[in-house]
């Protein structure tokens, strides 16, 4: 008698959901193909082909960068302990040093001077903070007045009377960043030669999904600015950086519990600096990208509030760069989409319907008959605005990102882990 | 007992003196660098003083800054941040804009209905921000930054949609329907300085009676100094949170309205814009006291009341700005580093003192 048959069969696996075992990233790859194969029948239903056109996607890259930058100077802020409320003043400075030194030296310059001018501020809110304990929220509102103020008034000292320049705008800058587009793929050149453009072709045909497919990989792959693309990149560098590095370890541990960091030998006030250096220069690099990439002239009020939506799409983001991606990009599509056509925005009910349904769908199996009734209700309601409404105005529209964030703070509380410490009084050597 | 009160009065205010004239040393040099001479600036500026035209003004633009820095302070006063102002105040405007040209009163009937439906406006906002922190554990401060800008969108399209009317007779200026006469606020210099300031004086008046005099106000100090210890002795926490945010959400309610009651008569877009924002470095400044509010609101309105002179000298004006910064800036740190210097004073003493009785033990 050998051993092997003294073993008990393998009890059968026991029934599960088909969704259950799967991977996170293949749950997520199912569930954004599954968005995707909604928006796609919409966008067919409705023939609203903005909706997923490379045009829109290209767009949506583009708004979403600025808030992208700021909500990745917000993670890194209160990853370390500090609370950034003075994200738009570093932005603010950001774009004035961007329009101003644009106008001197050309683009990059800006953009240099942009991030040198955003470290120093992310270290006046450190050094305040940090070293003399201050509120860290009074902090961040003292830097937004000073920064509106000192960039006013540099403005009439510096561009008043230039050519081109006036008391609230800067000369437009020397040259701007040139875009390209990808060989063979969306028709880029190689030397001089013009690719065929393949994904625009399929985009153009018009198929069901396959067409959506490209052309939201026509948008990623063509009309591409390098700080774009260097920003773009900071997501998964911060990740990296966060959960592989012994310095990201460090800025956790600030962030969570300063005590006990420090009684490990870490010296948290200087991560503090160094995290709200980095924070300043993200910031100011969003300003920038709104003086020198999108326009080529610093605006008074350009940052117009996308600070704050940088605020908002930390929280949303749940404190994480990948979450801070899709947060932005989630916050800056309406915007895009308003952009390029107002019917593509209406469609966006019918999407929210259909997702609704779904979601009431799955409540009802579960038993839960509040919240399916609740989203029954919803999606009955976006459906009759699809129905009736023909735009929506843009000022509801500018408010949707502070309302989604407060939505979800109130309802998904549970699910938020904001870093522990963040934003409370600390001293070197307390509570030992 | 009086004498540590006297001592610690005068620390408070020589730190918020001295801050302000870092603050202006600072800008002094911010001045030269830009290459304008800062004794000419604050000559002038300064120099303004002496005129009747800048004093009422100065009152004139003191009366938003009063009140907004009180309903800031009554939060700080529990630690509680209400950095909403603005947006309470925006909400309030455009409703009591809309209501109080809907009904019909007698004069000074009017006018305090007025008062009181921006008072109801302004704290039914601000209530949202109360039942999220109290009922979900919302930070305040969050969540009243996006209550800002939802009010901004919402109050901005409800104007655009439902109650602008194109003015007959002057510019393109787009306004609401213009308030009835019995619901202006009666000057008491005729264009110069409006009744609302009597008003902003009743409600600091007000905040202190509320805060230092009745049982309320001990509680809600009580809970900013010690939360746990005013637990122990029976202060409900959430209700204190309501009620102090409501309270502040009314006061914010009246902020906007010299400019609307006073002024334009009627809502329009940018009406009376940044003034709840300019109410917490006021409040900052003043630190939280009715006394400190007035004379820092005095400033605050003095400041940018005199910056025209600056224009007639080729100075931008916005230095004032610049200056307002500063001394939030100033006034913090300082405060931050007195109170660290008077905890390190306490503890020499505390320690010297063990000594010595442990000296007399030993003797």
Redesign the interface.
């Known amino acids: 008698m050998s051993t092997v048959e003294l073993l008990p069969a393998p009890a059968p696996a026991p029934r599960r959901s088909w969704l259950h075992g799967m991977t996170r990233h293949r749950k997520a790859m199912l569930l954004s193909l599954g968005a995707l194969l909604i928006v796609s029948v919409v966008r067919v239903f409705t023939e609203a082909d903005d909706l997923t056109s490379s045009g829109t996607v290209s767009a949506t890259i583009r708004v979403s960068t600025p808030i992208l930058l700021a909500g990745l100077a917000g993670l890194w802020a209160e990853r370390a302990g500090v609370?950034n409320?003075g994200i738009e003043g570093m932005m603010i400075v950001g774009s004035w040093l961007g329009g101003w030194a644009a106008w001197h030296w050309g683009s990059w310059a800006g953009i240099g001077c942009a991030v040198l001018g955003g470290i120093l501020v992310g270290l006046i809110h450190a050094v305040?903070t940090v070293r003399?304990?201050?509120?860290h929220?009074?902090?961040g509102?003292?830097?937004n007045?000073?920064?509106?103020?000192?960039t006013?008034?540099?403005s009439?000292?510096a561009f008043k009377g230039k050519q081109g320049g006036g008391e609230s705008q800067s000369p437009p800058g020397k040259k701007g960043f040139g875009s390209f587009d990808m060989p063979f793929l969306t028709g880029g050149n190689i030397g001089t030669w013009k690719t065929p453009d393949i994904l625009g072709w399929i985009e153009n045909k018009g198929i069901l999904l396959i067409s959506d497919i490209a052309g939201i990989m026509k948008g990623f792959l063509s009309d591409l600015y390098l700080p774009t693309i260097l920003a773009l990149a900071l997501v998964p560098f911060t990740a990296w950086l966060l959960w592989r590095t012994r310095f990201g370890l460090r800025m956790r541990s600030s962030g969570e519990s300063p005590q006990a960091g420090e009684s490990l030998g870490v010296n948290i006030a200087r991560v503090r600096y160094q995290a709200m250096a980095v924070s300043g220069a993200l910031a100011a690099f969003g300003g920038a990208y709104l003086s020198c990439v999108l326009t080529n002239t610093y605006r008074q009020g350009q940052t117009g509030?996308r600070g704050?939506i940088g605020?908002?799409t930390t929280?949303f983001g749940n404190w994480t760069p990948f979450g801070v991606l899709r947060g932005a990009v989630l916050f800056g599509f309406p915007e895009a989409l308003r952009l390029r056509s107002d019917e593509a925005v209406m469609a966006l009910f019918l999407v929210g319907a259909i997702v609704l349904l779904l979601l009431s769908v799955r409540f009802f199996m579960k038993g839960r008959v509040v919240p399916g009734v609740v989203s029954l209700g919803v999606a009955a309601l976006c459906v009759y605005t699809w129905n009736v409404v023909d735009a929506v105005?843009q000022?509801?529209v500018?408010?949707t990102p502070?309302?989604l964030?407060?939505i979800v703070?109130?309802a998904a509380?549970q699910q938020l882990r904001p870093p522990a410490h963040a934003g409370m009084p600390w001293r070197p050597g307390e509570n030992h | 007992m009086n004498k540590q009160k006297l001592q610690r009065m005068a620390v408070t205010s020589a730190s918020s003196i001295l801050a302000v004239f870092v603050a202006l040393a600072i800008c002094a040099v911010i001045l030269l660098i830009t290459g304008k001479d800062p004794i000419k600036a604050y000559a002038t500026l300064f120099g303004a003083v002496t005129e009747r035209n800048v004093q009422l003004d100065t009152l004139n633009r003191a009366t938003p800054l009063f009140i907004s820095a009180a309903a800031v302070a009554i939060g700080f006063k529990m630690n509680l941040f209400n950095i909403g102002v603005e947006g309470q105040m925006r909400v309030a405007l455009l409703t009591t804009a809309v209501v109080g040209a809907a009904v019909k009163l007698p004069a000074p009937l009017h006018v305090l209905f007025c008062l009181v439906v921006a008072m109801i406006a302004g704290a039914a906002w601000s209530s949202i921000a109360a039942w999220l922190k109290v009922k979900r554990g919302v930070n305040e401060v969050i969540s009243t930054i996006m209550l800002n800008f939802i009010a901004l969108g919402v109050v901005a399209w409800a104007f655009d949609e439902f109650f602008r009317v194109e003015s007959e007779t002057e510019s393109l200026l787009v306004k609401t329907k213009t308030l009835p006469e019995s619901a202006w606020m009666p000057d008491i210099v005729d264009r110069r300085l409006n009744g609302m300031f009597i008003v902003a004086l009743l409600v600091l008046l007000f905040f202190w009676i509320l805060v230092w005099k009745t049982k309320f106000g001990f509680r809600l100090r009580a809970s900013g100094a010690n939360g746990g210890a005013a637990r122990v002795t029976g202060v409900n926490p959430k209700k204190m949170i309501v009620i102090a945010m409501l309270i502040s959400g009314a006061l914010a309610g009246l902020v906007g309205m010299r400019s609307l009651l006073g002024d334009v008569h009627a809502y329009q877009n940018g009406l009376a814009e940044q003034q709840g924002f300019n109410g917490i470095a006021v409040a900052l400044l003043g630190r939280n006291h009715p006394v400190g509010i007035l004379f820092s609101g005095l400033l605050f309105g003095f400041l940018s009341a005199a910056s025209g002179q600056l224009q007639l000298e080729d100075i931008p004006k916005e230095i004032v700005t610049i200056m307002q910064g500063i001394i939030v800036f100033a006034v913090v740190i300082i405060n931050g580093a007195v109170k660290r210097y008077d905890e390190q004073r306490i503890q020499r003493k505390a320690t010297a003192e063990l000594e010595r009785q442990h000296e007399a033990v030993a003797a």
Request: net charge negative; no cysteine; charged share 5%.
């Open positions: 609370v409320i305040a003399f304990n201050v509120d929220v009074v902090s509102i003292a830097i007045i000073l920064a509106a103020g000192t006013e008034y540099l009439i000292i509030g704050f605020l908002a929280i105005p000022n509801l500018a408010a502070y309302a964030t407060l703070l109130g509380r």
